[in-house]
Nanobody, 126 residues
Framework: VQLQASGGGLVQAGDSLTLSCTTS????????LGWFRQTPGKEREFVAG????????GYADSVKGRFTISSDVAKNTIYLRMNSLHSEDTAAYYC????????????????????WGQGTQVTVSS
């Protein structure tokens, strides 16, 4: 199983960016997928996630209304569209898969996820 995150970069405040997480070794609807972020010295933070069924989607309060998670089953890819970026969004972003979650469950605790991508850096300059 592999998760490959990409799409990070350096942008200005107010700009948009789309992250991608491409999975391999996992069949569709066999895992919940979450996006997390972390900055040095801070704990890992749940950003957004989608359940195995694809019907349940959730966001951290800090990104609600600005970020959108979506999936393309045919491409084995989950996207995180980030609009109106703030300097506080600067972090390394990680995608993770939870293969043990229930059908409509959306885990927000990173400890529940068993596969992780390598991370992609997002830097927002103010």
């Amino acid at each position: 199983v592999q998760l490959q995150a990409s799409g990070g970069g350096l942008v200005q405040a107010g700009d948009s960016l789309t992250l991608s997480c491409t999975t391999s070794g996992l069949t569709s609807h066999s895992f919940a997928l979450g996006w997390f972020r972390q900055t040095p010295g801070k704990e890992r933070e749940f950003v957004a996630g989608i359940s195995r069924s694809g019907r349940k989607i959730g966001y951290a309060d800090s990104v609600k209304g600005r970020f959108t998670i979506s999936s393309d089953v045919a491409k084995n890819t989950i996207y995180l569209r980030m609009n109106s970026l703030h300097s506080e969004d600067t972090a390394a972003y990680y995608c993770a898969a939870d293969t043990g979650s229930r059908w409509d469950s959306l885990p927000r605790n990173g400890d529940e996820y068993d596969y992780w991508g390598q991370g992609t850096q997002v830097t927002v300059s103010s």
